[in-house]
């Protein structure tokens, strides 16, 4: 981007899982963002209430929601490293507000909204023409996490970047348009389908033998690499793609001892 | 108070632990998928087609009721009858009259699954009418005595070992084995045609109904609507209300989709079209009675729940459903299973636990990546969950998260407090990246082991880091 264009202000939108869990992630985010030429700034915040909005509240998720927009009126862009909180923002958030007066201002800030590889690749234009050299010859899987790929159209944006970043080709699991399970409260509602459904995600990451797993939904990779522990699975590193596009790899992988 | 969802959830514990529905589902479901993936990509550009259906499904709702009254007079002119059957109660009803007034013994039967909906097989053998399956799956489900699994596959949950089981002690087969799918198939046709051969009805089901000509459509891939339409001097179509639309071009921007989405064909094996016989024909049936069910159908139209009803039942949603496929349909307890059941059973039958069908998805929208008429089943569910917390109130489940909602309503708090746990809980597991134990985590730890934060939550290693700023 050209010197004088003034640094575009970023909002960070941490999510809970990365907030609570593994702060590395933001920082990470923050990372990334600022070595792109933008500003960040994190504002007070807590759920975008997708959770309520999931389970029926929406009278929950709408107050919730009011929050999020008052919160992050002063910046250019929100970029959460989430698909499925990116989306809650971007998509759901005018479904909430639909026949209300504020959906105008809603509307307005949902189009603002990016998730963290759309924002950097699409948005920043962060592209893979001349991809770094290899680092080593480590396979690298992804997993592609339901509403950003289905709700955002995320695919291509973690791959081209990876390239970019770090030289590496992400490699597809089998059936890797299928939930890992996680769905929120369904992992703990429905605890035996969701195992089921893990189970045979934990199968086709065998299958392929990664050094590393990479996703781009916290909580998919806890449900993901909780399960590839329990399984006693002490080879696949499991990270966020915002970590390992910092060069955050070699630090403890997700539920790693450090 | 025992949550609604436990019913399903009982079930679906069984289904996972039953080996055999497990190798029948693992069986079944690569060829579904792969093989609509196939047909898809085939065309051009499919999702015009979809575009193009589920404007025509759109717009057939919009007018049901014109739509409905023409295809009724063209039936009526040409010589048939319709008949409306609100409750599935009137459609046991009409059926047993018709077939009572041609004196009827014995019944074939196209699969129909509104006649599953309504129970019709039960009522005709309480009538001392045998009602016989012609569909291969429906055939060998009533040899079972077991109810559809799948809306186009219904025999789905079995194994070919149950099938060659049930076979065997049903059929006189003297000394010969049923060794392949062949023999198998050949069995059934057997057995079969003997039951076209002495029908005095035929009753098929139809997946469209053309107003404009008073035509009923149906698609198979065995040939045995046709038998089972033709053969007999009675043809009764038992179907619903919302299966009319206004033209054949209409109806076939339904056909272009149906099939690729179903089964991964182009067009099934046969496409039949049924009308009351005509004058110059030399073969049909001479009484030709069409019964629509409504059984609540019409209440979806023109509520949030008026998209359930563009749905052309061709089961995509659940060939690619995680949940259906874990599980199978007969967790469900419903004709109507997966996300299209899940939607649709709580709405057309209502009993308290049907409900709790809408819990059981991740709301991953596979489903309606692959309808093809663009039925937004994430979010009729997601409608269905506000319905039930309006009325259920206060589980612990929606405690739980009203708590944590109300946490994350007062900002300050939420961080205090969530920096603190974050912090406490990363010092308890000390150098243990993952807990196996930890209490109040059991339905999560029972499968998974769980990764223990990093350390205080990342709202407060920022402000840390920055000088607690955010105290303004």
Not at chain 2, 6 to 26: C, H, M, N, P, V
Not at chain 2, 194 to 204: C, N, Q, S, V
Not at chain 2, 372 to 378: A, D, K, M, R
Not at chain 2, 431 to 449: C, I, N, T, V
Request: a neutral charge; proline letters at 5%; charged letters at 20%.
């Amino acid at each position: 981007m050209p010197a004088s264009t003034p640094a575009p202000k970023i909002g960070l939108f941490v999510t809970c899982p990365v907030d609570l869990m593994r702060p590395s992630v933001a920082f990470a985010c923050i990372k990334l963002l600022e070595d792109a030429g933008c500003e960040v700034v994190v504002p007070p915040q807590s759920c975008c209430g997708q959770v309520a909005w999931n389970n029926g509240l929406s009278g929950e998720a709408r107050t919730l929601a009011r929050q999020v927009v008052a919160a992050f009126a002063a910046v250019d862009y929100v970029v959460a490293p989430s698909g499925s909180c990116a989306s809650m923002l971007k998509n759901h958030y005018p479904t909430l507000f639909a026949d209300s007066d504020e959906l105008a201002r809603v509307e307005a800030f949902s189009a603002r909204v990016y998730e963290l590889t759309v924002f950097l690749h699409d948005v920043l234009g962060v592209q893979s023409n001349s991809p770094a050299p290899a680092e080593n010859s480590k396979t690298v899987a992804y997993h592609d996490s339901c509403a950003g790929l289905r709700e955002l159209g995320i695919r291509q944006q973690p791959r081209a970047l990876a390239r970019h970043y770090r030289g590496v080709h992400l490699g597809d699991l089998e059936d890797s348009e299928t939930c890992c399970g996680f769905g929120g409260t369904f992992c703990v509602k429905f605890a035996d389908i969701s195992n089921h459904m893990v189970t045979a995600k934990a199968r086709q990451v065998a299958a392929l033998h990664p050094d590393l797993l990479l996703g781009g939904d916290l909580s998919c990779l806890l449900n993901l690499a909780g399960k590839l522990r329990r399984q006693g699975d002490r080879d696949t590193r499991v990270f966020h793609i915002a970590e390992f596009l910092a060069g955050w790899d070699d630090r403890p992988a997700l539920g790693w001892e450090e | 108070m025992t949550a609604p969802a436990e019913d399903f959830i009982a079930r679906s514990r069984e289904a996972l632990g039953d080996t055999s529905l497990q190798a029948a589902l693992a069986r079944a479901r690569p060829g579904f998928v792969r093989k609509r993936a196939s047909a898809v990509a085939l065309v051009a550009n499919f999702d015009a087609l979809k575009a193009k259906a589920k404007a025509v499904r759109q717009r057939s709702l919009r007018d049901l009721d014109s739509y409905l009254a023409v295809f009724e007079q063209r039936v009526t002119a040409a010589g048939g009858r319709v008949h409306w059957a609100a409750t599935t109660a009137d459609l046991r009803r009409i059926v047993l009259d018709i077939a009572r007034a041609t004196g009827a013994r014995s019944a074939t039967k196209g699969k129909t699954m509104v006649g599953e909906e309504a129970k019709l097989n039960e009522a005709l053998e309480e009538a001392g009418i045998q009602p016989r399956e012609t569909d291969l799956g429906e055939y060998i489900i009533q040899l079972a005595g077991e109810p559809p699994s799948h809306i186009v596959a219904p025999a789905l949950h079995k194994t070919r070992a149950q099938i060659v089981e049930l076979f065997l002690r049903d059929h006189h087969l003297g000394e010969r084995e049923l060794a392949s799918v062949k023999d198998l198939v050949d069995e059934a046709r057997t057995v079969i045609r003997r039951h076209y051969l002495e029908a005095d009805i035929g009753i098929t089901g139809a997946n469209i109904l053309i107003a404009d000509t008073g035509t009923c459509v149906l698609c198979t891939n065995e040939g045995n609507g046709d038998l089972t339409a033709s053969l007999p001097n009675t043809h009764i179509v038992t179907t619903s209300i919302d299966k009319v639309v206004a033209s054949w071009d209409d109806a076939s921007a339904l056909l272009r989709v149906l099939a690729r989405s179903a089964t991964g064909q182009a067009i099934t094996t046969y496409t039949s079209f049924y009308g009351p016989r005509g004058d110059g024909d030399l073969d049909g049936p001479e009484h030709f009675h069409v019964v629509l069910l409504d059984n609540r159908r019409s209440q979806l139209l023109g509520s949030d729940f008026q998209e359930m009803l563009q749905c052309i039942k061709c089961g995509a949603c659940m060939n690619h459903c995680p949940v259906y496929q874990a599980v199978g349909g007969h967790s469900y307890n419903s004709v109507y299973p997966g996300p299209m059941g899940a939607v649709l059973t709580p709405l057309l039958r209502g009993e308290p636990g049907d409900f709790a069908l809408a819990d059981a998805s991740t709301f991953c929208g596979r489903c309606e990546e692959v309808c093809p008429v663009g039925i937004p089943l994430p979010a009729l569910l997601r409608k269905l969950r506000e319905m039930s917390a309006r009325q259920r109130g206060q589980g612990p489940g929606p405690w739980l998260i009203k708590g944590f909602t109300w946490l994350a309503r007062h900002p300050r708090l939420y961080r205090w407090s969530t920096s603190l746990t974050t912090a406490l809980l990363a010092r308890i597991s000390g150098r243990r990246g993952s807990w196996r134990r930890f209490p109040g985590l059991g339905r999560w730890l029972r499968y998974r082991d769980l990764a223990a934060p990093q350390g205080s939550s990342f709202q407060h290693q920022w402000r840390k880091a920055r000088g607690g700023e955010d105290r303004a």
